[in-house]
């Protein structure tokens, strides 16, 4: 019996530790709209996106317009035009508007495929820094506060400059970099 309550004991003890040891998990937060708008490179991929936007932005452009003047025809010679002229106008009239949905479907398409190549190379960046940040602070969890999980916290475990910091550094480290 004496066994027993020894080995009860034991148990019982460290379970207490390991229940202690799991209250003090370290915990950091980050803001990762800060981050990515502030990042090395953000500003440059931002400004290289929508060069390369402007031709598809002026594409639908020349479409809604193309849309908007058979449109204006239509309405300015619905009076004079005959039942089959009016009804064959409609019809191109729904056309180029089915037309226009399905290229503007598509350079959205586009536009955010090319977004996400560019931003990939700076958000890998970017969760690299926050990885060894959590490897060398032995947090055991970093949360993002842009995410919107985060109502109240101490600013202390606020991570955001720490990570600006060091993809800073990082960057101008880089071959080309601080330039």
Request: aromatic share 4%.
């Amino acid at each position: 019996m004496r066994r027993t309550s020894l080995a009860s004991f034991a148990f019982a003890t460290l379970v207490s530790v390991g229940a202690v040891e799991a209250q003090t998990v370290k915990i950091g937060y980050i803001n990762s709209a800060e981050i990515v708008q502030s990042a090395p490179g953000s500003a440059e991929a931002q400004a290289q996106f929508d060069t390369e936007l402007q031709s598809a932005q002026d594409e639908i452009q020349r479409l809604q317009a193309e849309i908007q003047n058979l449109d204006q025809q239509l309405q300015q010679q619905q009076l004079t035009l005959s039942p089959e002229a009016k009804a064959n106008r409609q019809q191109q009239l729904q056309i180029k508007a089915q037309e226009y949905d399905q290229r503007a479907a598509q350079l959205q398409d586009q536009a955010n495929t090319r977004r996400a190549e560019l931003v990939q190379p700076i958000m890998d960046q970017i969760t690299a820094v926050i990885e060894t940040l959590r490897e060398e602070g032995n947090y055991g969890m970093i949360l993002d506060a842009a995410a919107g999980s985060i109502i109240s916290a101490d600013p202390t475990l606020d991570l955001t400059q720490e990570v600006l910091r060091r993809l800073e550094a990082a960057a101008a480290a880089a071959p080309g970099g601080g330039q």
